[in-house]
């Protein structure tokens, strides 16, 4: 009896938690191949011009991601109830240029005061020598993802399977102009920065890179570990459970070597994406990123060139990661004595 009733708890227990495990595989599996090639098809089409901060074509990108984020039930994440944060910026000329940041916002149930950030960069290049910056994989690639993932989750609260903690999906602007759309959210934050619990940010992970064109089931992960050791076992557990890339973490070290612009540097990918704002306010951070290509920034950086069923596989890993670090009991730790590298 008493042996009985222990297997019955074991069964109970087991059933649970496999019945959890396969509903959090029934929302990565709406994240799919066809639906983030209808997105980029049109968010990457000449009809957007290259999307740069400032122009029209973003005013063409931002409204593109409100009329989603409405479409497809997900609130409006900025102060005045709006999706964007208005906001003016100075570019590297010394120039004001008035641009938007998109928010899209899940609340979270029992501890929505704490918050994930995803982001991903929803300006590009524009129009240079009159040929059209379309930016497919930069950043095309990441807001498609970031669109995807949101839906995934809209889904699961739909169904009474919303996160615990909130979510912000963060399209941050300017960034080809140096940062400056994370730098004015991280300046200007709609959400506390010390209840922001992470940022995963997305940038370029559509593309293979010279180094895989043999293996192109990978991805870089750039600063997992640098805040958070707990950030870094998630993702890692997310991807050996659920996905199976191959995780190349080289450019971790700022000083690795890279082949760019006709010469060997140092990668200094660590300060280059919009993770960096985050890192330095000490909220634990993951960028994601193919590597750079000869396309990249260039006007070849085409909707055609992207490898669409890796493009899936790799959101699906950015979601199994954001799903645990949004339902885990914990917050995830900081580490005691994290050394943010800093910029000189
Ligand atoms: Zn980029």
Redesign the pocket.
């Known amino acids: 009896m008493k042996n009985l009733l222990y297997l019955n708890l074991l069964f109970v227990i087991f059933s649970s938690a496999t019945e959890a495990q396969k509903i959090v595989v029934d929302y990565a599996e709406s994240i799919t191949e066809a639906e983030l090639k209808t997105h980029l098809y049109t968010y990457a089409s000449d009809e957007f011009m290259g999307r740069e901060a400032g122009t029209e074509g973003e005013t063409l990108a931002i409204n593109f991601l409100k009329d989603y984020y409405e479409s497809t039930g997900v609130s409006a994440g900025s102060t005045d109830g709006s999706y964007f944060q208005e906001m003016t910026v100075t570019d590297r000329q010394g120039n004001s240029i008035d641009s938007y940041n998109v928010l899209a916002y899940i609340e979270g149930s029992d501890k929505s005061d704490e918050v994930l950030v995803i982001t991903a ?1 929803l300006d590009h290049i524009g129009i240079e020598d009159g040929l059209i910056n379309n930016g497919a994989d ?2 095309g690639s990441g807001t498609v993802a970031m669109m995807e993932i949101a839906e995934a989750f809209i889904e699961a609260k739909e169904d009474g399977n919303g996160p615990r903690r909130s979510i912000l999906f963060l399209h941050v602007s300017a ?2 102009k140096g940062l400056l759309g994370s730098k004015y959210y991280t300046d200007n934050p709609i959400y506390p920065l010390a209840n922001t619990v992470a940022n995963l940010n997305i ?2 992970i559509g593309r293979v890179d010279s180094l895989h064109i043999d293996q192109p089931d990978y991805i870089y992960l750039i600063g997992s570990d640098i805040l958070s050791q707990d950030l870094h076992d998630v993702s890692e557990k997310a991807n050996e459970d659920h996905v199976g890339l191959a995780i190349d973490y080289r450019y971790n070290d700022p000083t690795t070597l890279v082949y760019e612009f006709g010469r060997w540097r140092q990668n200094r990918y660590y300060y280059r ?1 919009d993770h960096y704002h985050f890192i330095k306010n000490n909220i634990p951070a993951i960028f994601y990123f193919n590597g750079t290509h000869e396309d990249y920034h260039a006007p070849t950086d085409t909707v055609e060139k992207i490898h669409y069923s890796l493009l899936e596989k790799r959101t699906r890993l950015i979601f199994h990661t954001a799903w645990n670090i949004v339902n885990r009991e914990d917050r995830l730790a900081l580490k005691e004595n994290a050394v943010i590298p800093s910029e000189d």
């Open positions: 960069h930069d950043d960034e080809e940038d370029m994406s």
